[in-house]
């Protein structure tokens, strides 16, 4: 019986599966990179974004957010987590063109009220809880 129910459970117990390889393949990206992107949020060596890198996560939560590289996006992005009494730890911003990529650190979880606010940002493409 499998120790996951999902492709992104297994990627957070560290199990690579038959199917994270296929996508490695499909991406062109190491196994590896592709389990810290998964795993962490970190982009490294990719083509379309741009390369992002915090390490493992030790705080409570990480949270992604893929954007456009406007003005305001981050205080958008900080004051919403604000507003919801959530504390980042860190954070790191880096842009490609006409798009950023913001992992933050967070002390506490967000819940999925706060997650929709921060998607609904106008700009905002993406957001993904990673841990």
Do not use: W
């Amino acid at each position: 019986m499998r120790e996951y129910a999902t492709q992104m459970e297994a990627a957070r117990k560290g199990i690579v599966t038959e199917q994270i390889k296929k996508v490695a393949r499909k991406e062109r990206m190491a196994v590896e990179e592709l389990m810290d992107y998964l795993e962490n949020g970190n982009i490294r060596n990719s083509v379309n974004f741009p390369a992002c890198d915090m390490g493992v996560c030790r705080m409570a939560s990480r949270v992604a957010v893929f954007h456009k590289n406007i003005p305001n996006m981050i205080g958008q992005v900080t004051g919403t987590l604000a507003a919801a009494g959530v504390n980042i730890s860190d954070m790191t911003n880096k842009s490609k063109d006409k798009f950023a990529y913001t992992l933050l650190d967070l002390e506490n979880t967000v819940d999925d009220a706060v997650i929709e606010k921060l998607g609904s940002i106008d700009g905002v493409c993406r957001v993904r809880v990673v841990k």
